[in-house]
T-cell receptor, first 114, second 116 residues
Framework: AQSVTQLGSHVSVSEGALVLLRCNYSSSVPPYLFWYVQYPNQGLQLLLKYTSAATLVKGINGFEAEFKKSETSFHLTKPSAHMSDAAEYFCAVSAPGGYQKVTFGTGTKLQVIP | DTEVTQTPKHLVMGMTNKKSLKCEQHMGHRAMYWYKQKAKKPPELMFVYSYEKLSINESVPSRFSPECPNSSLLNLHLHALQPEDSALYLC???????????????FGPGTRLTVL
């Protein structure tokens, strides 16, 4: 079984500051890992995904994440926060094959302070 | 067209009503999903359809009845719901991943359901 843990249900950063959202995973097989973003009253949008290729994954909107097997982590970063980054961010895990069953973390709400 | 559409955007229903949620995609995806999302919680998988056949039912109560009439359409029929069923219902679709890898799930904007 696979699971993810997101540390911090709420993160506040100043505009222009580094964004760091933490995610640790648990998986009995090499996992696929994802970060999704959800803006208020909208569906989820995939930011980036790790599928066992490069360990440093670049996504949309300037976000990136690094897969660290030794730390079982997949933290999301962005060098400089923008007001439009304020949203809910979900880390998610899936096992290869099967019917693409994705398990989401509990989410981190990012607040960007002007 | 990389869009998943859902109708209606909002739905209010009584516990004795019968209503349906609709989801549509024209990306040629053969896997479609229903998720339930309560406020301040992550989405929870309800059903997965693969090639128009139900492949996963996450022990969802029978008052929720999914239907996949064709490869582009996914419905969720609702009957005798409870107030605790009030949530955002999200539809998603993806290419079939099989054993080769993962394919991105594209989400619709959701239907906000309120059960009175």
């Amino acid at each position: 079984a696979q699971s993810v843990t997101q540390l911090g249900s709420h993160v506040s950063v100043s505009e222009g500051a580094l964004v760091l959202l933490r995610c640790n995973y648990s998986s009995s097989v090499p996992p696929y890992l994802f970060w999704y973003v959800q803006y208020p009253n909208q569906g989820l949008q995939l930011l980036l995904k790790y599928t066992s290729a490069a360990t440093l994954v670049k996504g949309i909107n300037g976000f990136e994440a690094e897969f660290k097997k030794s730390e079982t982590s997949f933290h999301l970063t962005k060098p400089s926060a923008h007001m439009s980054d304020a949203a809910e961010y979900f880390c998610a895990v899936s096992a290869p094959g099967g019917y693409q069953k994705v398990t989401f973390g509990t989410g981190t709400k990012l607040q960007v302070i002007p | 067209d990389t869009e998943v559409t859902q109708t209606p955007k909002h739905l209010v229903m009584g516990m004795t009503n019968k209503k349906s949620l609709k989801c549509e995609q024209h990306m040629g995806h053969r896997a479609m999903y229903w998720y339930k999302q309560k406020a301040k919680k992550p989405p929870e998988l309800m059903f997965v359809y693969s090639y128009e056949k139900l492949s996963i039912n996450e022990s969802v109560p029978s008052r929720f009845s999914p239907e996949c009439p064709n490869s582009s359409l996914l419905n969720l029929h609702l009957h005798a719901l409870q107030p605790e069923d009030s949530a955002l219902y999200l539809c998603a679709s993806s290419q079939e991943g099989g054993l080769a890898g993962f394919n991105e799930q594209f989400f619709g904007p959701g239907t906000r359901l309120t059960v009175l």
